[in-house]
């Protein structure tokens, strides 16, 4: 008689009947989706290129040091408790998440700096002091801000969009809210000096969109740290990419490392499983990609199998700005520096419209620096400090040659820092890593070296943006920063929720 794997419980060694689902890539998406495949009845293998799951959530361990190598806030923490409470645990029995007081601070270029937290009262007094004015507004800006979160987030970001009946729906709330205008339109009608407008205007950057091109919706990104606060997961936001790992294994599934899809297997229109680079075939009547959406269906999906994505469409999208991450460690600290910190050049505008319309690397720039030591000495030596600073850059549809530009904007990003935070920066570096576009393109395979995949702007996103149900092959899903809702944790952990209202259950197949 055949016995099925407890979803609970451990790896049965012995024969499982479940059906099989693969999912294709270890980031926060392709983990969260095989916890919930897992809890629907299926056994999950996660396939995995790199040699540690995570994605662009792994984690460098150099010379003592532990470094973050992608994102390091975490918004909402219940997007996790709900997949731990899926596995039949508790979120804090694996990662203790910490709050932070501040969230950030950001640094003009004119020495002036404004302090970002989630009490009303604070932030309106820290508007103030900037420009009294304006701190009238901040309360309407609140007001209209949750408004937007409620329908676009809450709202739109929970369903999927496998047809156009749901953009139809949303019409009149796109309408409502002027979907059209862009972020810093909407924040410069309740803010008139410009550092503010900045402020409150910045956040797009986080999941690669410009702010004066993306929907003025994603400001709901401010409304939304403000309500559940910014968290740091101790350890390092991979301690969240291990404890996922930890669930699966537990529901008894499994993630292969060092495992890179070359295609995915197509049988009569319909998704058969995948084929390893080594040439093994797995077979499974679902198939999840994880991978950068626009490199799913260029590469892994032959062509006589896209009618909607084809390489010609996909070459035309637009594609979010790259980064270039430099990771640090000091042999000393520099307590007087925030968690968080954003560092802003002398321009704005100017700035990214080299960024995102001419893709040209400028001479100036805006870095974001991440100090996780200053809440959690274990990620440095003691009396050190781990660092990584995030600079946006063009994706690599510009002409910059990273292999030679790479040390010179490093030097250029390092003299920036001693100049500002971190004084005598360079006497104090005892390891360091550095990331450029190239690597985007090839150690993490997204297209163009683009960081977060397709650009949110609004004729790329909901409906626009490749579907969580592939539009190409049954039996096909997609997770992750390229497909709805888009970019950012808990839009890539929501990606894989939607795949409750899209993949059958697993007794359906049985």
């Known amino acids: 008689m055949l016995t099925r794997t407890p979803l609970n419980g451990p790896v049965n060694p012995g024969w499982d009947d479940r059906p099989h689902a693969i999912v294709i890539g270890a980031g926060f998406g392709g983990l969260a989706a095989a916890v919930r495949l897992g809890a629907r009845g299926y056994r999950v293998t996660v396939v995995e290129a790199l040699d540690q799951p995570g994605g662009r959530a792994g984690a460098y361990h150099q010379d003592g040091f532990t470094f973050d190598q992608g994102p390091t806030i975490i918004t909402l923490p219940h997007v996790f408790e709900e ?11 694996d990662v203790e998440l910490v ?24 932030m309106q007094a820290e508007i103030a002091r900037l420009s009294p004015a304006d701190a009238r507004n901040y309360p309407k800006f609140r007001k209209r801000t949750e408004e937007v979160y409620q329908f676009a987030f809450e709202g739109l970001g929970q369903i ?3 047809s156009f009946t749901p953009m139809i729906t949303a019409m009149p709330g796109f309408a409502r809210f002027r979907a059209e205008q862009s972020v810093w339109q909407l924040v ?6 410009e550092r503010l407008r900045t402020a409150f205007s910045f956040h797009p950057l986080f999941i690669g969109g410009n702010p004066f091109q993306a929907t003025g919706l994603y400001a709901l990104v401010s409304y939304l740290e403000g309500r559940y606060g910014v968290h740091y997961a101790m350890g390092g936001t ?3 990419v291990k404890g996922l790992v930890s669930l699966i294994e537990g529901q008894g599934g499994q993630v292969r490392l060092n ?5 995915i297997l197509v049988e009569n229109g319909a998704a058969a499983g995948v084929e390893l680079e080594s040439g093994e075939q797995l ?8 991978a950068d959406s626009a490199s799913t269906y260029r590469d892994l999906v032959e062509p006589q199998h896209r009618k909607r994505w084809t390489d010609k469409r996909l070459a035309r999208a637009r594609y979010s700005m790259s980064v270039v991450v430099w990771h640090f460690g000091t042999d000393r600290r520099y307590d007087d520096v925030d968690h968080h910190s954003i560092l802003l050049g002398p321009r704005f505008k100017g700035l990214l419209d080299d960024i995102f319309v001419n893709k040209r690397v400028a001479e100036d720039f805006s870095l974001y620096l991440y100090r996780p030591s200053a809440t959690d000495p274990s990620v440095a030596p003691e009396g050190c400090d781990s660092f990584y600073a995030l600079i946006p850059v063009p994706n690599l ?23 500002t935070l971190l004084p005598e920066l360079g006497r104090h570096i005892v390891t360091q890593r550095l990331v450029t576009p190239l690597d985007f393109q090839g150690r993490l395979r997204s297209y163009k070296g683009a960081a977060f995949g397709l650009e949110p702007v609004m004729l790329q996103s909901a409906w626009f943006r490749p579907h969580n149900r592939s539009e190409e092959i049954r039996g096909l899903y997609l997770v992750g920063a390229g497909t709805h809702p888009g970019a950012g944790v808990p839009s890539v952990i929501i990606s894989a929720k939607i795949l409750d209202q899209v993949v059958p259950h697993a007794s359906v197949l049985a």
Do not use: M
């Open 188 to 193: 410069s009608k309740y803010f008139k000096d």
């Open 259 to 263: 495992a890179p899809v070359r295609r």
């Open 283 to 290: 077979h499974a009547p679902v198939v999840v990609s994880n």
């Open 238 to 240: 991979h301690s969240l």
């Open 83 to 93: 997949l731990w409470a899926l596995a039949g645990r508790r979120l804090s029995d």
């Open 160 to 162: 999927p969009f496998s």
């Open 397 to 419: 549809d510009g002409d910059a040659d990273w292999r030679t530009l790479a040390e010179p904007f490093r030097a250029r990003v390092q003299a920036r820092l001693e100049e």
């Open 99 to 122: 709050p932070l007081d501040p969230f950030y601070k950001l640094l003009f270029d004119d020495g002036s700096h404004f302090t970002c937290c989630g009490d009303d009262d604070r």
